[in-house]
Each structure stands twice: as C-alpha cells, then as structure tokens.
C-alpha cells in the first residue's frame, strides 16, 4: 500500500511535470512550424533554437497587470480558467504511457491511475472541459464572450456525441474499456492497430477530437474575426495563459487518446521485444519514447491543420456534427457490429490479423463511397442558397 | 428578414471538401521545407535581393573639409527652404571675413526627410544619409548638434538625378 502511494505520487509528479513542460514546448513547437509553413523562422532568439521563448512568454504573462470587468461575476470569473484547466490534465490519468517498470518493490504500471473503466472516465471528464469555458464567456459579462461561450457548450456537446459514437467501435472490438487491454489487445501486429480494422472510426473521432479540443477548424469559441477573442476576451495576465494552457493540454490528451485507441498506445511496431514479461528499463523507456512519437505526431498533425484549414461557419460546423457525422458514426456503428458478429460469432474466428484485415476490407469498401460520393459538396457546403422574396 | 446571400453553384465534381483539405495540407507541408524569408535584422542588414537604396534618405550628415571644420558656410539656405523648420542656424564670421555656421541644429523629429537642404546647398555640406538606426533614450537626443552631425559616418544619399530618373 505504501509502496503504491509513493509510486502513485512520484507517477502523478511525472506526468504533471512532463505535460506542463510539454504544453511549453507545444506553443513554440507551434509557433515555430506556423512560421516555417509561412517561410519564416519562428520565434528562435531566446535560448537555443528559441526553446526558453516559453519560459518568457510565462513570465511575461505573469507580470501583466490582472483585470476584472466591473460588471463581471467575480467568482466564477476566477473559477472558470480553473475549471477548463483541471478537467485537461484530470484526463490523462487513465492513458498508459510505456510498458511496466521493475523497480525492486514491485512492478509500476506506467499509468497514472489504471482505472477498470478508464475509457468512460475520459468521456466524462472531457465532458467537464465546456464548463471552464461557458463560465468563462458567461461570467465576464461580455456579449462577444457569452457567444463565444454558447458556440463552445453548443459545439462541444454535438461533437461529443460523434466522439463517442465513434469510440463505442473500438470498444465493440476490444471488449474492454480498460485503456491498458484496449493497449494490450492491439500489440500482435502493427495490422492489430485499431486504425486498421476501424480506419473510419478513427477518422471520425480525429474531427470530432478537434472540435473537442477548439482547434482550427473548429475553433469558433475563440474565433477572433467575429468575437474578438471569444469566451476569454475579458482575460489578461496568468488567467488568460490558463486557457492557453488548458487548450494545449486538451491537444496532448485528445493525441495521446489517438495513439492509446487506435495507434496501439505504448507499442512499438514491428517487434514483438516490447510486448511481454520480462520487464526492464530499457523497454520502459523504449516504450514511453515510442509513445512519445506517436503522441508527438497527432499534436503536429493538430498544428498542420490548423496553419491549413480557414475556421468553419457556425451552421457548416452543426450540419457537419449532426447531419454527417452522427448519421456516419452510426452507420458505422452498425456495419461494423455486424461484421464483428458476422465473423467472430458465425465464422467463429477469434481475433487475429486476418479479423484485422477484414474488418480493414470492410471499412474502405464503405470508405470509398464515402469519400468519393458524400464528400462532393456535401460535407461542407456553402451557405444555404436562398432566393431573394 | 432574412439576410439573402447569392450562391454560386460548383459542378458537383469541384467541390470535394476532403480532397481540397489533403491537397491544402499537402502545401503547407511542402512549405515546411522551402528556403525561409525571414531576415535577421541585427546579425544581416540586407540580403541578395534586397538593400537600402542609395537614394534613401535619412538622417543628416555635415560633410567636412580636410582640416575637420564643417564645410557649411552659414548661408542660410537649408533652413530657409526646409518645409518642416526643423534646421535652426546663426552665422557667424571670422577674422577673414569667412562666414561658418555658430550654432546648427537639426531637429530630427520635425524633419519630413524631403532632402531639400541637400538640394539647395551650394557647398555640398548637408546631406541627408542612407541610415535608419536612431534609436536613444532621450527625447533631445534627437535635435543634432553640429558636432554630431559631423561625426555621423553613414553613407549619404544620392538623391533623385532627374536627368537619370531609374538611379542607373
């Protein structure tokens, strides 16, 4: 018991730490590929390569002058970062990130709290997430705030239906909502990653995942050309920053929720080295790194996209949510219960990579009409025409 | 009411949203690697396809005749002609009869920069100078002395040659 504590409190002052200083890291990485992506440089003057421009961004950011608006609900204009900011990091508890670690007291399961229902936990803690950020636009008292407060409740609560839509497939495969069997149960083979035997509904929770997250092109809670800043317009100081910070947490978790549910979390593709006991340093630390890479690239991806795609208008972002992508997620949903019971139940195949390339088989025959019948002018069509009375 | 927006049909086949994101990502990737823009203006001041002109006018500069003295003779004519008022000068005269300037300031914040007191000086000793660093501390740091307009070093400018209207 003592021995879990401590295990438990130093796993909690790790990942605390990493996703802070990685959340720092973020911004310039950002940064830094915005402006390669515009053939600039980026920020690349204060340390080596501009790697400390977060730290003076932070301390910047924490000798500026605090403001409340006269009129704002003081307490819940000093709740709401608070609240955006919790939930963030709350939901990377449950993610396990490397292989077991030997220690002489014991295993240590590389996972922050390896809860039994660690996939439902996720869900209803990124839920919290729109509260920060309703009370945030709310509390200011600021009508560009309270619409950008609106457009977020709004948003994030159509996406998460899609998200978890799309993530009740996953489950459906791995029968488990435990993150560390959904982890263990995609090891086989690289063809055993989730994004194969359910290549769709890894697409459709990487956009709902954005929209989740308020990035580009789903970032009409903030978006600056209608609503000033949106629900943080009336922020300054480490407030503000908290926002930014909690966003930025909200990418890392959403990309390592990528990586964990469909890109076989921890695991190192091509080998089988990393998979089974006998545990040891050197595969604690492998694993972590391959994590680490994998998790690295969605938050690029999450980068290029947004130095890609121009914002969404209000009524494209709902049609897309609840005309596409909820009928799409259970479309899905349906296609792929059925061949889960198809072939697990009736041919009487257990799970292997032949299941896997199935399934895989299955989702690019419903791929290929998709995209190339739905998407045209479907998807996201302009403003809805309309004759002049 | 309504607002009425006009829409412009697409063929069908042009509108793929999906197929226009991955060719967007595309080019943005590729930008990633493409040969930056950027200059870094304290360590490079101007690059291969780009440098300050020669007719760049900025702040003055007294040009000096061989033994150090300014080659001003306080004619007058620089602040009679300046459209800003920003030259103040009093002659003075030395045992020769030689007229020199006693006191000659150049305020550099009233100045428009037209470079008119170089036009019209008839000893060639004002100029206007190819620079664009003035940063001080001071406001009055920015009224130039005759001293420190003397000991500027930058290049001066060419000003526009009507007969030769391109600078070739």
């Given amino acids: 018991m003592t021995f879990f504590l401590i295990a438990s409190i130093v796993k909690l002052f790790v990942v605390f730490n990493v996703i802070m200083v990685g959340v720092a890291l973020i911004t310039w990485f950002e940064r830094r590929v915005c402006a390669w992506m515009q053939d600039r440089l980026g920020p690349n003057r204060v340390g080596p390569f501009g790697l400390l421009q977060p730290a003076a961004d932070g301390l910047k950011n924490m000798l500026k002058e605090e403001t409340y608006p006269a009129t704002a609900d003081r307490w819940l204009f000093i709740l709401a970062p608070v609240i955006s900011f919790v939930p963030a990091l709350l939901t990377f508890a449950v993610i396990p990130f490397g292989a077991p670690l030997p220690t002489k007291w014991g295993e240590v399961p590389l996972v922050v709290a390896d809860l039994p229902v660690g996939f439902l936990y996720i869900l209803a803690i990124s839920s919290l997430g729109v509260y920060g950020i309703v009370l945030a636009g709310w509390s200011s008292n600021n009508k560009y705030a309270l619409l950008g407060g609106l457009r977020a409740s709004a948003q994030m609560i159509s996406y998460e239906i899609a998200m978890g839509m799309s993530t009740v497939a996953v489950l459906l495969l791995m029968g488990n909502v435990t993150l560390s069997d959904i982890v263990a149960k995609q090891q086989g083979s690289i063809f055993l990653w989730n994004v194969f035997p359910l290549a769709l509904a890894y697409f459709i929770f990487t956009v709902a995942a954005f929209a989740e997250t308020n990035r580009v092109p789903f970032d009409l809670p903030e978006a600056e050309g209608e609503l000033v800043a949106g629900y943080h317009t009336e922020y300054s100081s480490m407030k503000f920053s908290m926002f930014i910070i909690a966003e930025y947490s909200n990418m890392v978790t959403a990309s390592a929720l990528m990586a964990t549910l469909f890109f076989g979390g921890w695991d190192i593709p091509f080998t089988a080295w990393d998979n089974a006991a006998p545990w040891s340093v050197l595969k604690t630390v492998a694993t972590a790194l391959a994590f680490l890479a994998k998790t690295g690239f969605f938050i690029f991806v999450y980068i290029w996209v947004r130095w890609t795609l121009p914002r969404f208008r209000y009524d494209q972002l709902m049609a897309l949510g609840w005309k596409v992508l909820l009928p799409l997620a259970l479309v899905y949903l349906t296609v792929i219960a059925t061949a889960i019971w198809y072939l697990h139940d009736q041919l009487g195949w257990i799970y292997d990579t032949r299941f896997a390339l199935t399934l895989f088989a299955v989702n690019m025959a419903l791929a290929i009409p998709l995209f190339l019948v739905l998407d045209r002018g479907r998807l996201v069509s302009g403003s809805v025409e309309r004759r002049s009375a | ?134 940063a001080e501390y001071e406001r009055d740091r920015f009224v130039y002395d005759l001293e420190r307009l003397c000991a500027q070093t930058h290049p001066v400018s060419t000003l526009w040659d009507p007969s030769d209207p391109k600078g070739e």
């Fill in chain 2, 1 to 134: 009411m309504a607002i009425t927006v006009k829409v412009l049909r697409r063929p069908v086949s042009e509108t793929s949203y999906l197929r226009a994101t991955l060719k967007g990502m595309a080019l943005t990737f590729s930008h990633i690697f493409r040969k930056k823009v950027t200059m870094q203006y304290p360590e490079e001041k101007g690059t291969d396809d780009w440098a300050l002109s020669s007719r760049w006018r900025g702040t003055h500069r007294m040009l000096t005749d061989e033994q150090g003295r300014a080659k001003c003779v306080a004619c007058g004519l620089c602040p009679q002609i300046c459209p800003a008022n920003c030259i103040k000068l009093v002659p003075g005269e030395d045992e020769q009869g030689n007229r020199y300037p006693l006191i000659y300031e150049i305020d550099e914040f009233r100045c428009v920069f037209c470079g008119y007191c170089q036009e019209v000086c008839p000893e060639e000793a004002i100029h206007v100078g190819v620079h664009y660093e003035n």
